[in-house]
């Protein structure tokens, strides 16, 4: 059962976003101090500005009077197609003022993939920029307005379009690790969950300078480094240049930040660049993929603090954590993705939906009746992609991610169900013999897949980005199967390595494993 001081603080939390009528920009601006500061804003070239949430309010007010003129209404569809620069907040707020719901584009795609979110969303209207313009040149039914050359600039609107708790705040489609992209709905009483979140699994203080490198258009980007924020009255920390792990050390160091979080590439990234960790942090968190223990080992060398891991996904928000704040810390084991956040009762199940004892290999799921801060409502338009989520009697969620739970409640990730090895009868996650491999110090990235084998069924292939100064020979690759063979498994080695410059990933940065499989 649930402590009953944390029930208590999920009511108030519940009863601060739900009561109807409600409006989400107001809640994330439009009630705050005027004078505090609301977005930091760091440009490419190195220099900063900041606003205060007036100024946010006003700019905000903007843009819903753009968005109007433009024909657009409550819950109606805006898309953005915009780099991390402040006209994509005070856009993304005017919308939320007028009651529409707003649609991500993330600035990576092409085309193809813009095209087919904007024409899924139905959106009516579609903000971008002269980088990105030419990506919607050309499409029916849908304004495009151009942020650097506006039409107009019509009179302000001071609107706060009233909505209930169960109208859509955000449609915001998958990353398409495993298939089509599905759309999301991501509706207001979701906000509880993004707010607990931000206080309970990164501890983010009043005190604090807080930055989310993930990007906006990706899910937790956009719950946790622009919704969450100012859920907890902080502001935005965003950097408009590309990623260079030197440079986003020393903005940590410029900027005082003390509670950092981003994915596990960027971390990877800082890993095998050598990059030095300031001083000014005091918490560091990851999600979006697994965390190699090693990477944590390297964060605890260079800095004498951990990163801690967190488990979540676009229809769910941050549900398993290695929680920052101190009431729900717990020791640390390798490998962990922690214990669920108070609000989610989180189970492993057998292949007929019943929940297994402990140290039992599975199918992570939500219990959807004793998780109250549960919100998915289901894919857009899709009800057969919403019951595969489903167990027969709908009792429970099933994240499509496999695993297992300790006697301490522990939570342990094993790999998508879709990528989980069987070898000569033996279950095999990738993660685990990924993480394996990561330990050796020559290995930047990996991934690992099951192919077909005659003899085994399926062998274990390992595909492996090198760090500087290595050089790929038939002797590193006999070192690197050795390396597993001797601190894993027999069972567990890679048959095969492969030597790449880089590995698939989504936008997102997540190893789509399910390309590798398929390459010959």
């Not at 992209?181 to 207001?188: D, F, H, S």
């Not at 979140?197 to 990007?215: E, H, I, K, T």
């Not at 990477?295 to 929680?323: F, S």
């Amino acid at each position: 059962m649930m402590d009953e001081r944390w029930l208590q603080d999920i009511h108030r939390l519940k009863t601060r976003y739900q009561t109807d009528p409600v409006n989400a920009a107001w809640y994330l601006v439009g009630n705050k101090d005027p004078h505090k500061p609301a977005l930091y804003y760091h440009r490419p070239d190195q220099s900063a500005v900041t606003f205060t949430y007036d100024e946010l309010r006003r700019e905000s007010a903007k843009w819903a009077a753009r968005l109007a003129a433009q024909g657009v209404r409550s819950k109606d569809r805006v898309a953005g197609l915009l780099p991390k620069r402040p006209e994509l907040a005070a856009m993304i707020l005017g919308a939320w003022r007028l009651g529409a719901v707003y649609v991500p584009l993330f600035t990576a795609f092409g085309s193809d993939a813009v095209r087919y979110r904007i024409e899924q969303s139905r959106a009516k209207v579609v903000v971008t920029d002269d980088t990105h313009r030419e990506k919607v040149a050309g499409m029916r039914d849908v304004v495009v307005f151009n942020v650097d050359h506006p039409d107009q600039d019509p009179e302000s609107l001071d609107v706060w379009q009233a909505l209930s708790e169960n109208d859509l705040l955000v449609l915001l489609f998958t990353s398409g690790t495993t298939g089509h992209p599905k759309g999301v709905p991501v509706p207001i009483r979701a906000l509880p969950a993004f707010e607990a979140y931000m206080r309970w699994g990164l501890d983010v203080r009043p005190s604090d300078r807080f930055w989310n490198l993930a990007d906006p258009g990706w899910a937790y980007g956009l719950y946790y480094g622009l919704i969450g924020p100012w859920l907890v009255d902080q502001a935005i920390f965003w950097y408009g240049g590309s990623f260079d792990p030197d440079r986003v050390m020393a903005l940590i160091k410029e900027a005082g930040i003390t509670n950092f979080a981003a994915a596990p590439t960027a971390y990877r990234a800082m890993r095998a660049q050598g990059a030095v960790l300031p001083d000014t942090l005091r918490a560091i968190s990851s999600a979006g993929e697994p965390l190699n223990p090693e990477v944590i080992r390297w964060a605890e060398t260079a800095l004498g603090l951990p990163i801690l891991d967190h488990y979540g996904q676009t229809e769910l928000g941050m549900v398993i954590n290695n929680h920052q704040v101190p009431e729900l810390q717990r020791p640390l084991k390798w490998g962990s993705m922690g214990h669920p956040m108070p609000g989610f009762r989180a189970v492993v199940l057998d292949d007929d939906g019943h929940e297994v004892p402990p140290k039992t290999e599975g199918h992570i799921a939500l219990d959807i009746g004793q998780s109250p801060l549960f919100w998915f409502p289901g894919y857009e338009g899709s009800d057969s992609a919403t019951q595969s989520r489903l167990t027969a009697d709908g009792r429970y969620y099933l994240t499509g991610d496999d695993g297992s739970v300790d006697e301490e409640g522990y939570f342990f990730f094993t790999g998508r169900s879709d990528d989980v090895i069987l070898s000569a009868g033996y279950r095999i996650g990738p993660f685990e013999v990924e993480s394996t491999l990561m330990a050796h110090p020559a290995v930047a990235e990996c991934a690992v897949v099951g192919v077909p084998d005659a003899l085994r069924g399926e062998a274990i292939r390992a595909y492996v980005v090198l760090r500087p100064g290595f050089v790929t020979n038939a002797q590193l690759e006999d070192e690197l199967k050795d390396w597993v063979r001797q601190r894993l498994a027999k069972t567990h080695y890679p048959r095969e390595i492969r030597l790449v410059d880089t590995l698939p990933k989504t936008p997102s940065g997540k190893i789509q494993r399910f390309i590798l499989r398929q390459s010959e």
